[in-house]
């Protein structure tokens, strides 16, 4: 059954710390019945005893063939979803090419995505078939970076296959709508003790995102900072950019 109109209910995965839990805050703000899920159950259960609106919560880990499952189960003890965000994943500045690092993030972000978006797409298409699914991909997507391979490479495939989703959904009349978040280096544990520049505060990339999500909007950059730096980079030949450093 398709979440009632009478209130807004959200999932929030990877809601253990940094964006994530800002997002799910910012929603149960708002008026929304908000789900949390991730790999940390006491953060999981702090959060919902600690934030009005934040009801329910699963230790899900999103490299478990088991994780559809579970977010199926929190969906029915909301009674429903209007919104799946998705915020879990993991990346390493990584010019050593440390290949458990690379494979890890591949998983996570690769595999593990496509897991769990592809869950929640099916869910909203086989109950009404309308439902918003909003996904942080990063601006790392735009081109490839030599600091961080993997992560770069799954963030461009992570925005790719959310452009296939909302392509799919008019082909197939439904109303899905997706969401590609795109924010700069954010100050989280994710990128602790890197040297990416211009690092954002988790709370005000949270507060762009929860506009733009409400908005409905289909792709949002974060900041203006990084929209002129994209920009930019889009421009740069291909033989140009593979000769530029960004690491020391």
Not at 33 to 41: C, I, L, N, S
Not at 173 to 195: K, M, Q
Not at 214 to 238: F, H, N, Q, S
């Amino acid at each position: 059954m398709y979440a009632d109109k009478a209130m807004k209910k959200a999932i929030v995965m990877g809601a253990t710390s940094g964006i994530g839990l800002e997002v799910a805050r910012l929603l149960a703000e708002r008026g929304y019945k908000v789900g949390v899920a991730g790999r940390r159950v006491e953060r999981l259960a702090e959060a919902v005893r600690k934030t009005d609106g934040i009801v329910a919560y699963r230790q899900i880990d999103v490299n478990d063939e088991a994780a559809p499952e579970q977010l199926n189960d929190l969906i029915a003890e909301l009674g429903g979803i209007h919104l799946y965000f998705h915020s879990s994943g993991i990346g390493w500045e990584n010019v050593g090419l440390d290949v458990e690092r690379e494979m890890k993030t591949v998983e996570t972000n690769g595999v593990g995505f496509t897991r769990m978006v592809t869950a929640a797409y099916r869910w909203f298409a086989d109950n009404n078939g309308r439902g918003h699914i909003a996904c942080i991909t990063s601006i790392a997507r735009t081109r490839g970076l030599g600091a961080a391979p993997a992560y770069s490479a799954t963030k461009r495939f992570q925005s790719h296959y959310l452009e296939c989703l909302a392509q799919q959904s008019r082909m197939r009349r439904l109303g899905i709508r997706i969401t590609d978040i795109r924010p700069g280096f954010v100050a989280t544990d994710l990128i602790a003790g890197s040297n990416f520049p211009l690092q954002l505060s988790a709370e005000r990339v949270a507060d762009i995102i929860v506009k733009a999500v409400l908005r409905g909007k289909e792709t949002v950059t974060i900041d203006w900072r990084y929209r002129l730096l994209v920009a930019a980079w889009a421009m740069i030949p291909r033989w140009l950019w593979t000769r530029l450093r960004f690491v020391k």
